[in-house]
């Protein structure tokens, strides 16, 4: 009966995983930022994920739980390809940011958004966030391009959700700066 259930649970699983292999790939490519990489990266997820099935909670969002262990892989089987150190000190990127603010001439605030965001293109609004340090990176990704709630994203990434927002808005206002930078070159 067990191997039945087992089984059940298994095919349920590949058939359910599938749907989330194109997000996987995406978030993959932008944190590898290599194709193969990026490739190799969702095979071991997915390689992780079956074998470690056992752990998986019925009633649990198996997107989370794949975007978790995508997370955790990069940052465990990636550890030279990742620039940024693992912590980042809120007092270094506060300062970052500030100095950044007071750099630019022209108040960010006085641009309607729209106008600001149709200034560039895909591959501009790319650079920039490629150039974000990992951990704000992943937490815009996570919350922007896949549309996990702070929660879902504490989770994934194993931090409290205070450092998702943290790290969501600091690396926004970042982002914003390096192409507000670039805008008006």
Known sequence: MNNKLSNNKKQEFKREALLYLDPLYNLSLKITRNPEEAKDLVQETYYIAYRLLHHFQQGTSLKAWL?????????TLYPKRVKE??????????????LMQEDNDINIAHIEEDNFINKFSTDDVASALNQLPYYFKIAILLS???????KEIADILECPIQTVRMRISNGRKIL??????????
Do not use: T
């Not at 922007?144 to 702070?150: H, I, L, N, R």
């Not at 700066?177 to 070159?185: D, E, Q, V």
């Open 67 to 75: 975007f978790k262990i995508l997370s955790n892989s990069f940052i």
């Open 144 to 150: 922007d391009m896949e549309g996990f709630s702070y």
């Open 85 to 98: 150190p693992k912590i980042i000190e809120y007092e270094n990127v506060e300062r970052f940011i500030n």
């Open 176 to 185: 914003q700066n390096n192409l507000f930078s670039h805008a008006f070159k």
